[in-house]
Antibody, heavy 119, light 108 residues
């Protein structure tokens, strides 16, 4: 069965970096994209962008350029989200999701990774 | 930037029909998708391509679309349907994917 398993919660200080992993199983990894979605406290879901697992090409939504980097290790069917120069406002649950090419929607989700930024 | 507009909250009694709307200028040309997020859980796809229901989603969930508005209908809402619901789509150019602001459904 399709599964996306994310890495565990992170507690970081402002200015630090964090990397969240998302390991896929149960399907052919290069045939679906991986999207990243944020849910900050008290807010709704926010589309961050996605990475094409076939070409490695990332696409970033407005507001998620510069400090946010999507990457892959296709040898282990894993996608990564790295956030640098962390700010308190980056505190949120971060989800990865399997993205259907051409239709651009998500059919399976990871369990979420809580990133807390606090001094 | 493109926006999808949802009501912040909808409240129904168990067994009643809940309707959650989502408005966006590009919806006549672009499909909408609906996600359910229960408290403490990851989102789940409940409707795709405006009207289609994924396997495993109860038949009481349905979707419809007319003009710039798309609607998620839960016929005979159950207590377990209490959750946040989000519509999702893209602008007419396909460049900006967005979620609606979310609707909190209360069933009690």
């Amino acid at each position: 069965q399709v599964q996306l398993v994310q890495s565990g919660s992170e507690l970081k200080k402002p200015g630090a970096s964090v990397r969240v992993s998302c390991k896929a199983s149960g399907y052919n990894f290069p045939t679906y994209g991986v999207a990243w979605v944020r849910r900050a406290p008290g807010q709704g879901l926010q589309w961050m962008g996605w990475i094409n697992t076939d070409t490695g090409n990332p696409t970033y939504a407005q507001g998620f350029t510069g400090r946010f980097v999507f990457s892959l290790d296709t040898s282990v069917s894993t996608a990564f989200l790295q956030i640098s120069s962390l700010k308190a406002q980056d505190t949120a649950l971060y989800y990865c999701a399997r993205m259907v090419f051409a239709s651009d929607y998500f059919d399976y989700w990871g369990q979420g990774t809580l990133v807390t930024v606090s001094s | 930037s493109y926006e999808l507009t949802q009501p912040p909250s909808v409240s129904v009694s168990p067994g009643q029909t809940a309707r959650i709307t989502c408005s966006g200028d590009a919806l006549p040309k672009k499909y909408a998708y609906w996600y359910q997020q229960r408290s403490g859980q990851a989102p789940v796809l409940v409707i795709y391509e405006d009207t289609k229901r994924p396997s495993g989603i109860p038949e009481r969930f349905s979707g419809s679309s007319s003009g710039t508005k798309t609607t998620l209908t839960i016929s005979g809402a159950q207590v377990e349907d209490e959750a946040d619901y989000y519509c999702y789509s893209t602008d007419s150019g396909g460049d900006h994917n967005v979620f609606g602001g979310g609707t909190k459904l209360t069933v009690l």
